[in-house]
Nanobody, 115 residues
Framework: VQLQASGGGLVQPGGSLRLSCVAS????????MGWYRQAPGKQRELVAI???????NYADPAKGRFTIARDNAKNTVSLQMNSLIPEDTAVYYC??????????WGQGTLVTVSS
């Protein structure tokens, strides 16, 4: 599975961005899709994941501000990010885990929150 992430950019604190990840094939059989991020000098960390059944899980920094959604018909998973803060600055990666436990990563999209 190839994953193409997009939607990153420069946004002011308090602003919003919507990230999208398009898969090269149907995601209906992909167990989990998620977003991770890696800030400069830090390890990659979970932001949010969503199961094939739509069950979501968010890391604490994302709770109440970010929303993950998947559209199986369009082979996409999105991340709506609101109330962005400078600490959200990172490269955001899309990840897919298949039912066979194969893991695929997208190329990353940079989000910069700065005034």
């Amino acid at each position: 599975v190839q994953l193409q992430a997009s939607g990153g950019g420069l946004v002011q604190p308090g602003g919003s961005l919507r990230l999208s990840c398009v898969a090269s094939r149907s995601i209906s059989s992909i167990a989990n899709m998620g977003w991770y991020r890696q800030a400069p000098g830090k390890q990659r960390e979970l932001v949010a994941i969503i199961s094939t059944g739509g069950i979501t899980n968010y890391a604490d920094p994302a709770k109440g501000r970010f929303t993950i959604a998947r559209d199986n018909a369009k082979n996409t998973v999105s991340l709506q990010m609101n109330s962005l803060i400078p600490e959200d600055t990172a490269v955001y990666y899309c990840r897919a885990v298949t039912l066979g436990m194969e893991i695929y990563w997208g190329q990353g999209t940079l989000v910069t929150v700065s005034s």
